[in-house]
């Protein structure tokens, strides 16, 4: 293998393992410390990644992140598509029919197979349909609350 050519799958290891932990909010000085307990370390001098290494790891992925955002929806779909074809492959071939039925939800959801839920909106309480206030209803509500707000005013309760 050419020297280039390993020096680059390092790299592109290193950065899955680094984008790991970075989605999951672990901090740079974390990051170094884990990929050091998997004993992944500089080759070249058998030490710990330094964090000049991982900052640089993660602004090449945020950079590839934001390209990767750029793209076209339908890419985004075809990819998630086969991520679910092979969940549902494994699940199948494991015998996991949770697994099965949860890629399934989550691939009817993102094309929008079921049918729209009817949502019935009700008070703050949820027990009660939603009443739309009238006109006179609202202007009611609106004087006291500016009456409220002159009382709380004239006793010094709001700053002028």
Do not use: C
Not at 32 to 52: I, M, S
Not at 125 to 149: M, N
């Amino acid at each position: 293998m050419s020297r280039n050519k390993e020096r680059d799958d390092i790299i592109a290891d290193r950065r899955r393992k680094v984008a790991a932990l970075l989605v999951r909010q672990w901090t740079q000085r974390e990051i170094v410390k884990a990929l050091a307990a998997q004993q992944d370390v500089n080759h070249e001098t058998g030490e710990p990644w330094d964090l000049a290494t991982i900052h640089r790891d993660i602004k090449a992925l945020r950079q590839m992140w934001r390209e990767e955002a750029l793209q076209d929806i339908s890419l985004h779909q075809a990819q998630r598509l086969m991520e679910f074809a092979e969940v549902k492959r494994r699940g199948w071939i494991d015998g996991d029919m949770n697994v099965v039925l949860r890629a399934m939800k989550q691939e009817a959801e993102m094309f929008g197979f079921d049918a729209p839920q009817k949502i019935a909106p009700t008070d703050p309480s949820g027990t009660k349909e939603y009443q739309s206030l009238t006109d006179e209803e609202r202007a009611a509500k609106i004087l006291a609350i500016l009456e409220r707000a002159r009382q709380r005013q004239s006793h010094g309760e709001i700053a002028r």
